[in-house]
């Protein structure tokens, strides 16, 4: 344990170095500006580094892990037919997996660090019309909903292209009647939510569920749900900038 907690330090330091080091570079050689406070910039650094070292490993040790352990545990014969009878699996004997995919798409992205910091910004740049709290729902509404179409289309084994061309038509149709303050912002939101917490749990959940259902391979099949993760964030971050425009132009009107 100690051996591999070490290694990953290393390790992390090796990735986080050339960035200090293209960062300083540009600071002392191009801007040629002094760094103020350069002992907390350095500070911060070590930080970073502890910080990636020890969350890599509980990635390691908890995240993957439990991700694959709940997909075996909900996709074993004795958990989807407990009555033992040897019938054929469907689509429907499954449910117990896309409520797992909705409620840990949904929670972790709530948990997403990158996404908490996009929406502070967001409020602040927008000044606070756009709510922390409604975006950051909005966003894991989006992430919940496509991991858990994301693990039917594993289940019923349909290709994965129809479903991702078939919601990028949506956001295409979105893009021209959402309120235009919005749509960086969701094309945005896409991709933080696919980040440190998500990304691991998810893929796990993934090649877990490709390997247990029957027929299914865990290259083809089992990765893919990223994507929808990273797809309808945009459908649903859109859609409530568009019910909150219409209900405020509705009382606008009232009033």
Known sequence: MFTELIS??????RDVIPIAVILFGFQLGVL???????????????????????????LQLALFPIGE????????SEFLHPDGSKAPFIWQDYFWV????????FSTTIAEPSLIAVAIKANQVSGGTIGIQGLRMSVALGVAIGITLGC??????????YYIMAGYVIVVIQTFYAPK????????????TTSTVTVPLVAALGLGLATNVEGRNPLIDGFGLIAFASLFPMITVMGYAQIVDYLSKRKAIKD
């Open 181 to 192: 303050m919005i749509v960086p912002l969701a094309y945005d939101s896409g991709g933080v």
């Open 152 to 161: 039917f289309r594993i289940v019923v084994g349909d290709p994965i292209h």
């Open 69 to 76: 352990s709940m997909a075996n545990q909900l996709t074993t």
């Open 8 to 13: 990953t330090f290393l390790l992390t330091a």
């Open 32 to 58: 040629k500006r002094p760094v103020t406070q350069w002992r907390k910039v350095l500070l911060g650094f070590v930080y970073v580094i502890i910080g990636l070292t020890f969350f890599l490993v509980g």
């Open 98 to 105: 896309y409520v797992f995919a909705a409620a840990i798409g």
